[in-house]
């Protein structure tokens, strides 16, 4: 085993490639401990960053940090060690939502290497896709990625994708007029942000900025969240979206912050694979932040299994890049 400590330029480097992450309104409610001495990493969640009335029991925080931990790994493998995780490993510390410890890659092990160049090429499109299929050699093989990592994903077609459209429509009417939501929007919301996604002195680093909105929708049924809410944003279009969009539904047999973290996880692996696969996508989580529309999306067929993310897929423009905190911010590096 190699015993010389890692450069801290290289740790830098695995926390900015784990930083990439989405987390809901890019709140990026994570931080990491690197030990050099035991070359373990500490992955950590920031509680300040929660959605105290979208997200009062923290599964949307959990999820996003689940996504990091999941870029996290792909990094240490891509730079040749193994990563040896547990999730919530000190029950008296609930912010420390897992340890990463750096060993050598033996045989056998499950790589997640070659997911590695989609890591800083995916971003969220909040733009209209092609009303075009996806193939379903894609399907299943996005569908495997999210078994490897504890979770289920399926696609809902016909009288099924027509009742969980018509929940989030439901959502999303809710939304307009539910103070606490607006609250949470309007504080990870940035209508004052520079137009291109150009990084700035200026600009705050995490949110959405206005140029991350996307046009309003128009027409379609593609459960598009409007970032703006009622605020006016200059210059911004309207247009149509997919009359038939192409849903993932994200479940895991249980609902508690292990399984969360696991559904980040597996997101975070779909949505790589998604994108060396050619595909764009964005999410959709309106009906997930109400509880009593957030049951009926489970298994229609069993009954079973708890929604933890849905998830818009299809072809169609990149979205744009939205800022990252400084790594400085985020990583602490002890002896």
């Known amino acids: 085993m190699r015993q010389q400590p890692l450069p801290e330029e290289r740790v830098t480097a695995l926390v900015h490639d784990a930083a990439a992450a989405p987390s809901m309104h890019n709140a990026q409610p994570w931080r990491f401990r690197y030990f050099q001495g035991s070359r373990t990493f500490h992955v950590r969640a920031d509680f300040d960053r929660v959605m105290p009335h979208t997200d009062p029991d923290t599964r949307a925080l959990n999820i996003g940090c689940g996504a990091a931990l999941l870029n996290l790994r792909v990094a240490v493998f891509h730079a040749g060690w193994y990563p040896a995780t547990r999730l919530l490993s000190d029950p008296a510390d609930l912010a420390l939502i897992a340890t990463v410890r750096l060993t050598d890659l033996g045989s056998g092990e499950h790589n997640l290497a070659p997911l590695y160049p989609a890591i800083h090429q995916r971003h969220t499109s909040r733009f209209p896709f092609e009303e075009r299929e996806i193939p ?101 279009g309207a247009t149509d979206f ?94």
């Open 136 to 236: 379903e050699t894609v399907q299943r093989a996005l569908c495997d990625a999210a078994q490897l990592q504890g979770a289920s994903l399926s696609f809902p077609t016909g009288w099924h994708l027509q009742e969980v459209l018509e929940l989030f429509e439901e959502a999303e009417a809710r939304n307009r007029t539910d103070e606490g939501s607006d609250e949470d929007l309007a504080a990870w919301t940035r209508i004052d942000a520079p137009d291109v996604d150009v990084p700035s002195v200026d600009a705050a680093p995490d949110g959405i900025p206005r140029y991350a909105f996307g046009p309003s929708k128009r027409g379609g049924r593609a459960p598009m969240r409007d970032f703006a809410g009622t605020r006016p944003v200059e210059g911004r």
């Open 242 to 335: 997919e009359r038939s969009p192409h849903l993932a539904l994200l479940s895991t047999p249980r609902d508690r912050p292990e399984d969360w973290l696991r559904a980040g996880q597996a997101m975070e692996h779909v949505l790589l694979l998604a994108t060396l696969e050619g595909l764009s996508s964005s999410f959709a989580t309106q009906a997930l932040e109400w509880t009593d529309l957030r049951w009926p999306l489970r298994d229609p067929i069993s009954g079973t299994g708890c929604a933890q993310m849905v998830l818009r897929l299809g072809y169609g423009p990149e979205g744009p890049t939205t800022p990252r905190r400084p790594v400085q911010d985020v990583l602490d590096i002890q002896p």
